[in-house]
């Protein structure tokens, strides 16, 4: 059974860093598709940086230049490092995985087993 675990999010000021980890149950990262998403309150479940088996990545609009997706195959984790953190940043974070070497966008629905999240707060 595949279990995804995010590590503790945080509270930070705008302009602030953070970075996120997800450990996997299973030796997964280095096979699979792997995201991260974030949803805010009222708002539906977005698409924030995936990352394929071969380290190919992609990412939200909203957060390129400013996020960076990697894995660490070794220690079966997923990170995503935020830099110039923004309010509008503000979510619960997932991390995902989806069954299949490439990544076929950052659509949720595309994606199969998730994690429980972990909460960003960007605020002054």
């Known amino acids: 059974e595949v279990q995804l675990a995010e590590s503790a999010g945080g509270s930070v000021q705008p302009g602030g860093s953070l970075r996120l980890s997800c450990a996997a149950s299973?030796?997964?990262?280095?096979?699979?598709?792997m995201g991260w998403f974030r949803q805010a309150p009222g708002k539906e479940r977005e698409g924030v940086a995936a990352?394929?088996?071969?380290?190919?990545?992609s990412y939200a609009d909203s957060v390129r230049g400013r996020f960076t997706i990697s894995k660490e195959n070794a220690k079966n984790t997923l990170y995503l490092q935020m830099n110039s953190l923004k309010p509008e940043d503000t979510a619960m974070y997932y991390c995902?995985?989806?069954?299949?070497?490439?990544?076929?966008?950052?659509?949720?629905?595309?994606?199969?087993?998730w994690g429980q999240g972990t909460q960003v707060t960007v605020s002054s």
């Open positions: 995902a995985l989806a069954y299949g070497r490439r990544c076929l966008g950052l659509t949720p629905d595309r994606y199969n087993e």
């Open positions: 299973l030796f997964i990262v280095s096979r699979y598709c």
């Open positions: 990352i394929d088996n071969d380290g190919d990545t």
